[in-house]
Structures are given as structure tokens and as C-alpha cells.
């Protein structure tokens, strides 16, 4: 079972890509089951409606903004990358616009879908814009005059209310209902036109007209995404290797403690014969893995050091030795000067 589980998540992680949108997906499916199985309430009331259908059209989609900012893993790695120190390393505002703009388009696949669905319902438009109707070109146009306007938008505000609606006699309630939903249908499917065409332009035109920035963007970005898991990787790799070493150093040490008590008493007539105890076959590849950091303090100026100032992106060049909270120096090591001395014998 762990072995499968294991699987899973090796794919999931050389398929991140994949992996999230396929999430995205199914926040979007899920964005349309949870608005079916909203029970929308019109309160009926003048100040009220309107409110209750901003709300129910702009707040659940930022929700679901939100949440698929939240479930992608890249979002810690563009926060990390934009507040990280400079050091030896420019950071490149096209690389974290790159990273936003793909983020941002796999979490507004939702919040589109929720506000198509809610437009092409027609239940939110009609509730939000029921009292402006114009009732003298779809009702009796020669009682609205004599109406008040405090009176009028009583009535029109119960329009999708059909229990407590009573104004049949000013304007039949089906006719302002169709009236309302057909514009919001129209306002939908024009909505989900732009939507796609936007989509269109942004995936597909727009790496045409800027080719090299592009690539240049996508390339470094997925550097930053492939250098953070192997640092990860070989943090826990160290991380496994120093508990293993430090774990046997403290059995071998407990170990000689007892053999040290239990042959006190006859150390004196007893020789000792036993040899040095040998070190496990392991312990040797463990302390090779370690890579020379054995300590708490070294290791913590190396994470501070890799915070603060990261290696330049230049291969094939000698780093400078790790010094205190960062790198000493700011360029390639001088070469070391090599002295000889002869001695001549007389």
C-alpha cells in the first residue's frame, strides 16, 4: 500500500503541471454543482436586493480565486522569490510576472465558471435589476405615472417573489421575469464569449509576438521550481544522514558506558583483550552524505547563507567559502600562489 501510495505522489510531482489542472477542472465542475445546490433567496426589499446579488455573484467567486491560489504549491515559491534578498542573484520581475500569470489562470478557471452559471440562471440579475423595469413599456403604462416612487419600487422589488408579488394589475410578473433573464442569458453567454477569447489570446497569440521573453520567463521559471525541490530533497537527505549518524553515536556511546560498568570489577584480573569497536558498514556512506556540515550552528549559517544570498546562476566558476550569515566575497576565489624552497647541499 505505501508503494503505491509512494507512486502516486512521484507522479503527481513529475506531473505537477497536469496534476493542477485537472484540480482546476475540478474546482470548476464543483463551482457549478455548489451553485445548484445554493438555494437562492431574494429578500424582495428596495435596499436589499441589489446587495444580496452582488454578494452571491462577486463573493463566492473570490472564494474560489482564492483557494485555487492557495492549492497551488508554486505560491510559497513566488512569495520565497520575491522577498528574498538580492545577494549575487537579480531577481527578475518578468520571471515573477511568468509565475503569477500562470497561477492566476488555473485558479480563474472556477470563479469564471460560478459567475456564467449565475449569469445564465438568470435568478441573481433578476433579483438585483427587477425594480428597474420599464413598467410603462411592459405594464400598464398609464397607472405607473400616478404612483409613487417609494410605492413603485415596493412593488417591482417583489417581482421574484411570486408568493408575496401584488402587482398584476401595474405589470404581469412573467413578462418582467423573461424580460430580466433574457438580457442576463445575453449578458452570459457574451461573458463566456469574452472569456474565451481572452483565454485564446493569452495561451496562444501572445508567444508569438513576444517569443524570446517568453521563453526566457518560462525557462527560469521552472529553474527556480526544479532548484527549490532539490534543495528540499538534498536538505532531507542531510537531515536523514545526520539523525542516523547522531542516533548511532549516541547507542555506541551508551554501549561503551555499560561494557566500561559491567568490566569494572574485573578489569584488574582480566586483561583486556577486546579490540576497538568498528564502525557500522553504513557509517562511512552516512557521513559522506553529511558533506562535511556535522553541527547545528554550520548548518543553520548555511540555510541563512542560501536565504540571503544565493549563488550566482555562472557554472565552472570556484564559489567563494561560506562565511557567517552569507558568501565572503563577490567574485571568483584568487589563485593560490605555491612557494618552493630548494636546499643545496655543500
Known sequence: ????????????????????????????????????AFDFNCPCLPGYNAAYSAGILLAPPLVLFLLGLV???????????????????????AVLRYMFCSMAQRALIAPVVWVAVTLLDGKCFLCAFCTAVPVTALGNGSLAPGLPAPELARLLARVPCPEIYDGDWLLAREVAVRYLRCISQALGWSFVLLTTLLAFVVRSVRPCFTQVAFLKSKYWSHYIDIERKLFDETCTEHAKAFAK??????????????????????L??????????????????EREKLRGITDQG??????????????????????????GNGWAGGGPRPPRKEVATYFSKV
Open 1 to 36: 500500500t505505501m508503494d503505491k501510495f509512494r507512486m502516486i505522489f512521484q507522479f503527481l510531482q513529475s506531473n505537477q503541471e497536469s496534476f493542477m489542472n485537472g484540480i482546476c477542472g475540478i474546482m470548476a465542475l464543483a463551482s457549478a454543482q455548489m451553485y445548484s
Open 71 to 93: 492549492m497551488n504549491n508554486n505560491v510559497s515559491m513566488l512569495a520565497e522569490e520575491w522577498k528574498r534578498p538580492p545577494g549575487r542573484r537579480a531577481k527578475d520581475p
Open 245 to 266: 549518524v547522531c542516533i548511532q553515536q549516541f547507542f555506541e556511546a551508551m554501549n561503551h558506558d555499560l561494557e566500561l560498568g559491567h568490566t569494572h570489577g574485573t
Open 268 to 285: 584488574a584480573t582480566a586483561p583486556a583483550s577486546a579490540a576497538a569497536p568498528t564502525p557500522p558498514d553504513g557509517a562511512e556512506e
Open 298 to 323: 554550520t548548518m543553520n549559517r548555511l540555510l541563512t547563507s542560501w536565504h540571503k544570498c544565493k549563488p550566482p546562476l555562472q557554472l565552472g566558476r570556484e564559489e567563494p567559502l561560506l562565511m
